[in-house]
């Protein structure tokens, strides 16, 4: 249940940053790359790198597409929910389409560092608050 609860909140870090509104000093994110898919034209990759430094929080929230992270540098996370958690480097962590992801604030005293690899449709909006 708890390593259910990682990987949810662990995504959020990586789309932190896609809304002007939640966008902080303390969660940084930087597009690498984004690309259409060859044979969706309504479909878009963006990998991009999400730095959550000590005290940055991300919110629950869903996108429209799936989204892969690996984790580059872990780290000690509060939940919503009162539990602290650690990810390790080189978690790997997978969102499907709609799946609520988030809800966590970087406790620790270092950085967070996650590669993100978000597939989107372009119609959509990037990311929406969960409900």
Not at 57 to 63: D, G, L, N, P, Q
Not at 90 to 117: C, P, Q, Y
Request: hydrophobic share 50%; glycine share 10%.
């Amino acid at each position: 249940m708890i390593r259910f609860a990682l990987v949810a909140c662990l995504a959020a870090l990586a789309a932190v940053a896609a809304v002007p509104a939640l966008a902080s000093d303390l969660v940084l994110r930087d597009v690498l790359q984004e690309q259409p898919l060859s044979d969706a034209p309504d479909m878009k990759v963006v990998i991009a790198r999400v730095t959550v430094k000590p005290g940055g929080a991300v919110s629950e929230h869903m996108h429209p597409g799936d989204e892969h992270v690996v984790v580059l540098q872990g780290g000690t996370v509060l939940l919503t929910d009162g539990q602290q958690a650690e990810y390790a480097d080189g978690d790997v962590l997978f969102f499907s389409a709609g799946e609520m992801h988030g809800g966590l604030r970087n406790i620790g005293g270092s950085e967070i560092v996650l590669l993100t690899t978000h597939v989107v449709n372009v119609l959509e909006p990037f990311r929406w608050p969960a409900e």
